[in-house]
């Protein structure tokens, strides 16, 4: 059964293979997990998965843009410089 957006079913019916037929509403029910292997844990929440990526996601990207504005470089401008060295060794002119 859903209950907020989330499967829950009752030991007995996990048991047996039942949890999306499940209508036990007296029983001890148990969250049922999402298929497949579960998604990177948030470093800021540490949830999985997180409750507000986009917030996050924006925490993360100020941060590392505070970094580079104190460290002098930004590490796209490093990387970039890193690739250029990787082409210049494979491709030699």
């Known amino acids: 059964m859903l209950i907020d957006g989330e499967k829950w079913a009752c030991e007995a019916c996990v048991r047996g293979h039942r949890v999306t037929t499940c209508k036990h ?9 999402r298929k497949g ?7 800021i929440c540490s949830r999985t998965p997180c409750a507000s990526p986009d917030a996050h996601n924006k925490l993360k990207r ?17 990387s970039d410089k890193v690739r250029h060295l990787h082409l210049n060794h494979l491709y030699p002119t």
């Open 62 to 78: 100020e941060a590392a843009e505070a970094a580079a504005a104190l460290g002098g470089s930004s590490s796209a401008a490093a």
């Open 37 to 43: 292997r579960p998604f990177a844990t948030c470093p």
């Open 25 to 33: 509403h007296d029983r001890p029910l148990i969250r049922i997990n």
